[in-house]
């Protein structure tokens, strides 16, 4: 799995309730330094939920999440501030302060975080902005960049303190092609030889397999299938098939009521409800 095997990550019976629902049910993992492991699943599935309770800014309703051997479930902001020092977390949105431009929002950590000198986080801000090919942005608002490039800007603060690990939420999603490559090649580049650990929720199949050493599937408040991007891909499990390969038809439901939701422990394949004919049915 990787060189020396030293545990960065520990997931353990992790539960999460919203009013009666359990989003994530008792969920285990661990994840290895220099592990890239990509968390995937279909929308709404909890990936992000689960990123929020990795990084301590949600508490569990039951369960364990260790980082770097501490327990962080019960960290008051002021102990989880030391940790955050040690990794960085890119945001499904962005999550960019409006009011402050590329530049200020990259150089916010190290401002924060860091006594280095104006000149240095100059220096540093730019190095990153160059790494996402965002070169010559620092003045621009978030407003006046693309939604591509937002993410691109978040990924650059994410990096800003150089961490050992890497939250990533949706890195590539609303970039094209090329930029998801560049994308991709930044992250395999700063995971190399073990420097970085990175976690990273991905929809995109292509970047999912470029860059993962290790796969989980989330549905239905647990892990549906983990393993090498090679044991996934060959996995006989027709909901992580009918995923990867973004189809249509298969045992994932498309249109859960709440009902369905809440009761939906065990997805088999249904063969007169099925995906095609839900949707249908739900819009004729
Ligand atoms: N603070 C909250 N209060 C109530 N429900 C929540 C809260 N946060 C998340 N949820 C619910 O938990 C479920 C999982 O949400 P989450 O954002 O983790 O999904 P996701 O897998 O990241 O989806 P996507 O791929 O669309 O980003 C959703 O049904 C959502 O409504
Ligand atoms: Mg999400």
Redesign the pocket.
């Known amino acids: 799995m990787n060189a020396n095997g030293e545990t960065i990550i520990e997931v353990e019976h992790l539960v999460r309730r919203?009013g009666d629902r359990a989003?994530l049910d008792g969920i285990s993992f661990n994840v290895h330094r220099g592990e890239t492991l990509v968390i995937m699943?279909g929308?709404?599935?909890?990936?992000?939920?689960l990123l929020r309770h990795m990084i301590g800014s949600m508490k569990p309703t039951s369960g364990s999440v260790k980082l770097f051997g501490e327990e962080v479930t019960g960290m008051t902001e002021r102990e989880i501030e030391r940790v955050r020092l040690r990794f960085g977390m890119l945001f499904?949105s962005g999550a960019l302060l409006a009011s402050l431009t590329v530049g200020e929002n990259v150089a916010l950590p190290l401002v924060q975080h860091t006594d280095k000198s104006p000149d240095e986080i100059e220096q540093i801000v730019k190095q990153k902005l160059e790494m996402v090919g965002l070169t010559g942005f620092e003045d621009l608002k978030p407003d006046e960049i693309s939604g591509g490039m937002k993410k691109r800007v978040g990924l650059a603060r994410a990096l800003a303190l150089d961490p050992e690990l890497l939250f990533s939420d949706e890195p590539t999603s609303g970039l094209d092609p090329i930029m998801t490559a560049v994308v991709d090649e930044l992250t395999l580049n700063l995971t190399k030889g073990s420097h970085m650990t990175a976690v990273v929720v991905s929809?995109d199949m292509t970047s999912a397999f470029r860059i993962a050493t290790r796969m989980i599937m989330l549905g239905h408040g647990s892990i549906v299938a983990q393993g090498t991007p090679d044991e996934i891909r060959n996995s006989s499990n027709p909901e992580v098939q009918q995923f990867i390969h973004g189809k249509a038809d298969g045992p994932i439901p498309l249109n859960l009521s709440q009902e369905e939701h809440k009761d939906h422990q065990h997805v088999r394949p249904r063969p007169f409800f099925g995906a095609r004919f839900r949707f249908h049915h739900k819009h004729p």
């Open positions: 919203f989003v699943g929308s709404g599935c909890g990936k992000s939920t499904q929809h």
